[in-house]
């Protein structure tokens, strides 16, 4: 698989692991990433409850990236279903999960997904049936996109509302002042990213889900697509293009004229980190605790300069996935310091009981304290889990089909500079969608695919441009 020249293609490990092919994704080694993602020896890992879900989310996604459409849709669709299973018959944690979270680390919590994660995966879950020409069932996952926006809100604030009681009523509410002390360390400061607004569910969601309900064809679906458009292009006011589909849906358009669809994701989301905070306990003064904080990465794309014929168009900004990770966990930011305080308290409780026990025996205290200190060290770990193959943004762009057939396609950096342009040779549809997936401006893939309620599941061939840009075209 071709990528552009400045790529650093990282070696095959030894055995295959989420861990690498997180890297690989990281670095913009796509398809390493897929063959890590889909060795067989992490088939036992990835069935173990705890982290199932979130490695079906990876895969799904890697394998998008990688231009592995049929896979991630299986992948995707698994995931889809899980995250109902937690939605709905399992929201809440087992007993044991409790405990064990409480004994250990929240880590040994099974990995439920967020609110947002639940939304982008039925969302992504539509660009792969689309990928495939399952327009049907695409539209399907756009309804589960509706519903998931639907319910966020709701159900959120629900469960806020209940960790807010927990809050206010453990020990006279000392853990509320706790989660003001960490909202306010520096390391919540400095991130630099604004928190979406509670309206700002997934623009991106909404689009796709427009676009599958208007690839079917159905004049019900058609309506319902220009409600959603319009309520993406309320999320993104600075959008103009969002306002014109809701006027006019593409797909009307192209009965007369051929469009092409872009949508660019580039970069990484943000991810979480691990930091000491030192805050008030009532077991022990103050004491740092282990807080899992949003990190974000760089990216130097800033967009993709687009030319179709005489046509020169940017593509615009859909979602800021940073600032929807970023909103999502300070809604979920009081519940984490909870959890935390519960687990340290209570190894700090059982140390105070040991040492009190065997406090006429000096080397068993000594004993005991050391033994408790280094447990603590060991064990006292934030929950760093999160869908880290998710992209930093998205953006999209629409043009008519150029009388030759072939978009030129560059990337357009953060300096401002446009790099060279890569060829597309576009399939011969009346609506064409072209997926563009970068990391960074030295490694952009570009996978092209019709999209028509009758269109075959396209095989896809690698191909490499004379910019070094990948291109995967139907064969």
């Known amino acids: 698989m071709g990528l552009l020249c400045g790529v650093a293609w990282l070696p095959l490990a030894g055995c295959a692991s989420p861990t690498v092919a997180v890297a690989a994704h990281s670095s913009g080694n796509f398809e390493l990433a897929r063959q890590q993602i889909l060795a067989a020896d992490l088939d036992g890992a990835k069935q173990t409850q705890r982290d199932r879900l979130l490695w079906l989310m990876e895969e799904g996604k890697i394998c998008l990236d990688a231009g592995d459409a049929a896979t991630g849709a299986r992948a995707l669709a698994t995931a889809s279903d899980w995250s109902e299973r937690f939605a709905i018959y399992e929201p809440k944690t087992t007993i044991q999960e409790e405990m064990a979270s409480i ?142 589909e809701a006027a006019e849906n593409p797909f009307v358009r192209a009965r007369s004229q051929p469009q092409v669809l872009i949508l660019l994701e580039a970069g990484r989301c943000v991810s979480l980190r691990q930091v000491l905070i030192p805050v008030f306990t009532p077991w022990s003064g103050y004491n740092p605790i282990p807080i899992p904080v949003p990190e974000t990465h760089p990216c130097q794309v800033a967009s993709l300069s687009i030319q179709a014929g005489s046509t020169a168009v940017n593509t615009l ?85 150029p009388p030759d057939g072939r978009l030129r396609i560059a990337v357009t950096t953060t300096s401002g500079a446009t790099g060279p342009f890569a060829t597309i040779d576009l399939p011969d549809a009346q609506v064409v969608f072209v997926y563009v997936r970068s990391m960074s401006p030295s490694s952009t893939v570009v996978y092209p695919f019709a999209v028509q309620p009758t269109a075959a599941h396209s095989m896809l061939e690698s191909v490499e441009s004379s910019a070094g840009i990948a291109v995967r075209s139907p064969a």
Do not use: C, H
């Not at 909202?183 to 689009?207: K, M």
């Not at 065997?358 to 889990?385: C, E, F, K, P």
């Open 103 to 244: 004994v250990v680390n929240s880590t040994l919590r099974t990995f439920r997904g967020t609110y947002s994660d639940r939304i982008l995966i039925d969302a992504y879950a539509v660009l792969a049936n689309l990928w495939v020409g399952d327009t049907g069932r695409a539209a399907v996952y756009g309804n589960r996109v509706l519903e998931r926006q639907a319910d966020a809100e709701t159900e959120q604030a629900k469960q806020i509302a209940k960790v807010e009681k927990e809050l206010g009523g453990y020990r006279g509410g000392v853990l509320t002042s706790m989660v003001e002390e960490v909202r306010g360390a520096s390391e919540l400061q400095t991130l630099g990213v604004t928190p979406a607004t509670s309206a700002y569910l997934n623009p991106f969601a909404s689009w796709i889900a427009a676009i599958a309900w208007s690839a079917t064809g159905d004049g019900a679906n058609l309506t319902k697509a220009g409600a959603s458009f319009a309520r993406a292009a309320a999320m993104v006011p600075a959008n103009p293009l969002l306002a014109q």
């Open 317 to 401: 900004a859909l979602s800021d996935n940073d600032a929807i990770f970023v909103a999502q966990y300070e809604r979920m930011l009081p519940e984490i310091v909870f959890r935390t305080a519960l687990m340290v308290g209570a190894k700090a409780g059982a140390t105070v009981a040991a040492t009190q026990a065997t406090r006429r025996n000096d080397s068993a205290r000594w004993a005991i304290l050391a033994g408790m200190s280094l447990y603590q060290a060991l064990t006292n770990q934030a929950d760093l889990r999160s869908w880290t193959s998710v992209g930093k943004f998205t953006q999209i762009a629409q043009v008519d089909r």
